[in-house]
């Protein structure tokens, strides 16, 4: 169990994002961008529309073996971003750093940049929004749904 959450709506990924976009714009213009499958799909594409980006490719890195974490293993590579040079690569987060680390390795030459981060991935990113403590587990609005809760005077 994680130490602490912090939830993350559909709204504030979007404003989010969009912070993210402002704060890209004079790193580029960039010739198109990498979104991590799966969660970076969706800052991705906000970005990409915000930095009027139309090529966009994905990488999809598998970093779990049942339900254990275990050596990552890519199982799309982006055929189109070549090193990276020139290329932005989104994803909604950076925990330890491992996905980041093989995204690197593979496109060496691009920006790389997440909507949060956490202490230990951070310097693996070029470019994120919020920071959150290593301890707290970060609930995205995909992962999550809106359930009954007891009224506080009856906790
Ligand atoms: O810095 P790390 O410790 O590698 O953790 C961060 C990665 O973990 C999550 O992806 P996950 O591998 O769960 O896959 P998903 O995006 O398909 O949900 C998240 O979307 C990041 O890509
Ligand atoms: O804090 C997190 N939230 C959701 N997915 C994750 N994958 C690694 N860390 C996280
Ligand atoms: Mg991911």
Redesign the pocket.
């Known amino acids: 169990m994680?130490a602490k959450y912090f939830t993350v709506t559909w709204d504030q990924l979007h404003r989010d994002a969009r912070a993210l976009a402002w704060r890209l714009l004079e790193r580029g213009p960039f010739t198109g961008v990498v979104a991590i499958t799966r969660?970076g799909l969706i800052p991705a594409a906000v970005i990409a529309r915000e930095l009027e980006c139309r090529v966009v490719e994905t990488i999809s890195i598998v970093t779990y073996d049942e339900e254990e974490r275990g050596a990552p293993k890519v199982v799309k590579t982006p055929v189109a971003a070549g090193d990276g040079k020139g290329w932005l690569v989104i994803d909604?987060?950076v925990?330890?750093g491992t996905t980041l680390r093989v995204v690197r390795a593979l496109l060496p030459g691009a920006h790389v940049a997440t909507v949060y981060a956490?202490p230990a991935g951070k310097p693996l990113v070029d470019t994120f929004i919020t920071e959150v403590s290593q301890e707290?587990?970060?609930?995205?609005p995909w992962?999550t749904e809106p359930q009954f809760i007891a009224p506080i005077a009856r906790l």
């Open positions: 994680a969660g909604d987060l925990d330890t956490k707290t587990w970060i609930l995205f992962d």
